[in-house]
């Protein structure tokens, strides 16, 4: 395989790093990084992707799995807080993933991790209509 | 393909993150598919689309892993903006089509 070809794209040599034009101007600005540190960034936002697809899955699971367990208003709204976190958890990864790689770039500290309490508010919401569900009906 | 000289095995860890990813994904497309006989059409056609994109993810893990260790032996590598863009997209894709199979099974 020609070691130019990416899984992104044939390069277009025309462009910095060889770049197509549109990832130009999103990450337009700065010096390249260290490599490693770009892979790295990756790597940190794939573990960001795997927890979103974790929630998904418990979303689905709930729907799937808690029939006689939870009354169906209350399977809707965990399940739909579980998808709807796992949706914003991988938007904000994504945007994260953007971020970090323009401040690499340029040189400039890391941007704070936003989509932690973001995940926390999420976890801590789930669990709240969890226990409203198991504890309310024995009072 | 260049051979590259990191000994902390970047490009490797990297791949691997990515064959995580996919069994991440194969897991979601089977609990999908758990769902089927209560939703039908709603649950098989993420379960669907989530094993089409971890098949996209290891048909590219050849080249992948070729661009990685050509970045760190240029010591340039490309960030792997389509790649994040798709997945991205996949995630919120399928979180839609659960949220809407959801809704459409409480109903």
Redesign the interface.
């Known amino acids: ?1 020609d ?7 044939p ?1 277009t040599a025309a462009h910095d ?3 197509p034009a549109w ?1 130009h101007r ?2 337009a600005g700065g010096e ?1 990084p ?3 540190f ?6 940190t ?3 960001w ?2 927890t ?3 929630l ?2 418990g ?3 709930v ?3 808690t029939g006689a367990l939870f009354a ?2 209350v ?2 709204v965990l ?2 807080v579980l ?2 976190l ?2 914003l958890l ?2 904000g ?2 945007a994260r ?2 971020r970090v ?1 323009r401040a690499m770039r340029r040189g400039r500290p890391l941007p704070l991790p936003l989509i932690v309490p973001v995940l926390a508010g999420g976890v801590v919401l789930a669990v709240v209509v969890l226990l409203a569900a198991v504890v309310l009906p024995r009072g | 393909m260049r051979l590259h000289h990191d000994p902390g095995l970047q490009p490797e860890r990297t791949v691997m993150s990515w064959g995580c990813t996919v069994l991440a994904l194969g897991v979601l497309s089977l609990t999908f598919l758990r769902w089927w006989p209560a939703v039908g059409a709603w649950a098989f056609g993420p379960a669907v689309v989530a094993a089409v994109g971890g098949a996209a993810v290891l048909a590219t893990q050849r080249r992948r892993y070729v661009a990685h260790a050509d970045g760190i032996a240029r010591e340039q590598a490309r960030p792997a903006l389509a790649s994040v863009a798709c997945m991205v997209a996949l995630v919120v894709g399928l979180a839609g089509l659960g949220i809407t199979a959801t809704l459409l099974h409480a109903a």
Not at chain 1, 38 to 43: D, G, H, K, M
Request: glycine residues 8%.
């Open positions: 395989m070691a130019a070809e990416t899984p992104d794209g390069e790093g060889g770049r990832q999103l990450l390249e260290d490599p490693r770009t892979l790295a960034n990756e790597r936002f794939l573990a992707v795997r979103a697809l974790a998904l899955a979303g689905v699971a729907e799937a799995f169906p208003p399977r809707v399940s739909t998808l709807v796992a949706a991988a938007l990864a994504g993933w953007l790689e």
